[in-house]
């Protein structure tokens, strides 16, 4: 059911930087970002509306704006860019952010806020895009006889998760604050050359080699965050899933002018 005041979940957002410039082309800017979600819906028992109850009726399931709820975000990102000559360009940022909240991204896709208590215990924290610091860093080189060379590298410091256990009910539950546990950190580099090849007036192409993930790190993606463990005899806590290892693409481009 949906309920007849359904309202759509949209988002505030103000932004507000300055920029600088330091020398030909190059420049320095810092802005700050806040982001508020606001109205968010979710589907609830239906004994649960106006007010969530334990025990409250679970006849058929309510599409409702959920009071309560809650998503932010908030950051300082630090830019830097410079084209001082034509054939080099550098574009490097550094983020410190929070993101906070008790729904996250999947909001309709779970259980979050079905049956009262379960469904509602620890499900405020860190959201799972929280990072606390990001650095990027993008460039190119044009290099002589028409070689190209493009780097792009990231950090971010760890992600957050936080351990789940079977509810009584059904689906899971946070049985510590959302986000209270720290992952691991994450980085990488990519690197692609090219060299490009004139033929008469109007036809150029251009050979492009890729390296991903140069420093070919196991990096951790995922891991388990059930309290029983996971699947192939895994602990909580355990990874679960790693970053592909570095591997190689070529291609070719053709450019008529």
């Not at 300055?18 to 982001?35: A, D, F, N, P, Q």
């Not at 000559?85 to 079905?114: I, K, R």
Request: aromatic share 14%; hydrophobic share 35%; with cysteine.
């Amino acid at each position: 059911m949906i309920s007849a005041d359904l309202e759509p979940t949209y988002a505030d957002q103000w932004s507000v930087g300055v920029e600088r410039e330091l020398t030909r082309r190059t420049s320095i800017g810092l802005t700050y970002i806040t982001k508020e979600t606001l109205d968010i819906f979710e589907d609830t028992c239906n004994g649960n509306l106006p007010a969530p109850a334990a025990g409250a009726d679970c006849d058929f399931y309510v599409m409702a704006n959920l009071p309560g709820l809650v998503r932010d975000y908030s950051g300082f990102v630090l830019d830097f860019e410079s084209r001082f000559t034509d054939w080099f360009h550098v574009l490097a940022s550094y983020t410190n952010s929070e993101s906070e909240g008790n729904v996250g991204y999947t909001q309709n896709a779970g259980v979050d806020f079905d049956i009262y208590p379960d469904h509602f215990e620890n499900t405020y924290g860190y959201l799972s895009d929280h990072r606390r610091h990001r650095v990027k860093v993008n460039g190119f080189v044009d290099l002589p006889l028409d070689f190209g060379l493009a780097v792009e590298g990231f950090w971010s410091s760890a992600g957050v998760y936080a351990p789940t256990v079977a509810s009584e009910t059904y689906g899971r539950i946070f049985t510590e604050r959302r986000g209270s546990r720290e992952a691991n950190d994450r980085y990488g580099m990519d690197v692609q050359v090219s060299k490009g090849f004139i033929f008469g007036r109007d036809l150029r192409f251009e050979l492009i080699g890729a390296v991903f993930n140069v420093f070919n790190d196991e990096q951790v993606t995922t891991v388990c965050t059930r309290v029983e463990g996971c699947a192939g005899g895994l602990d909580l806590d355990a990874a679960t899933a790693y970053v592909q290892p570095r591997r190689f693409e070529a291609g070719i481009r053709f450019e008529f002018q």
